[in-house]
């Protein structure tokens, strides 16, 4: 068995979650929950990912893995490969920008959650939080611009989990507003299986 | 010719460097440097990655690519592919594990930076700054216990990166000290000559 060290609000443990799913591997995956703040480390993880950090993956071989991206992508290998990334050409460059992307949107929204729910309340720096808000408005209207539709690769993967992480902590940035496509993308995945059983509650 | 945005003090835009001077692609590549900060955000920039962080890339089709281990394979496939990233098996999920460890200690320094640096005095969280402290030490004891010998591939450019980015912001660190076996690996690496020509001054 593998062991993938999570927390289910984590986006990018979900990008795991999801592509373990698409690639009939989820049952070689034990879970591992584990609650992580930017100043509680846990120790038992930080043996595995020195940084930390979730998700880290175990492999058969008890071999670490980390971050997001290379266990996806390890996942996809030990699938086959060229199933969840494409193995070569625009369309992977393509996939891999749009991951890119996503997770930058994720990472930002993350940095607005420290500074407004765990950094204390005198401590807080509004300029910083505007730059975190406006790094996740221009990956949103960027996102909007894109033509989304084709195959449910990491690039897709990474997009459904950072909205669905956004809509979950930020309910009133109600990203669909002035965002028609990507809404409408958007309500095409949300009842995919690997998407709707991965959501945070 | 390709263009990358880039700042000469930024660990992840180095590593976009070091990659192609290694691949005989320098040529081909405009250097448009530009400065950021966490809450100066750049415009020109950020209409290529609405993220606005760099390195970013445009290829020679003016598509852009983000973020670093994006181009830097990018790069590498341009260049024939498999040379600094290994195409398959275990070298693979090596030299990426070793990225992803050696960017998240550049990430956790650069975190330690705009706290110290770039927050005003009045709101800074010694909690927060001891977190990123610590990630950073426990990845350099990692990178330490790690038999890092072997061929120069992103993994080792990565921690190279690293390294020189923590040496260049934290000198107080002494990351050496009590690290033997990092250090002298480092030392054997460091009169290569893209790396220094790339160092920060």
Request: with cysteine; glycine share 4%.
């Amino acid at each position: 068995m593998m062991k993938l060290y999570l927390n289910p609000a984590s986006p990018f443990a979900r990008k795991v979650r999801i592509s373990a799913l698409e690639l009939a591997l989820a049952e070689r995956i034990e879970l591992i929950e584990v609650s992580l703040s930017p100043v509680q480390p846990h120790h038992g993880l930080r043996s595995h990912n020195p940084l930390g950090k979730i998700p880290a993956l175990l492999t058969e071989a008890n071999e670490a893995l980390y971050d997001s991206p290379v266990i996806c992508e390890y996942l996809d290998a030990l699938a086959g490969g060229d199933r969840l990334w494409p193995a070569a050409g625009a369309a992977r460059w393509r996939a891999l920008r749009r991951q890119a992307l996503a997770d930058g949107l994720a990472e930002a929204a993350i940095l607005m959650r420290y500074e407004l729910v765990i950094r204390p309340e005198a401590l807080r720096w509004s300029e910083w939080l505007d730059d975190q808000r406006l790094k996740v408005r221009t990956a949103l209207d960027a996102l909007e611009a894109e033509p989304l539709d084709g195959p449910f690769d990491i690039g897709a993967i990474s997009i459904v989990c950072a909205l669905e992480y956004l809509e979950f902590r930020f309910p009133e940035e109600r990203w669909r507003e002035g965002r028609p496509q990507l809404a409408a993308w958007h309500e095409r995945l949300r009842r995919r299986p690997s998407v709707a059983s991965t959501r945070p509650a």
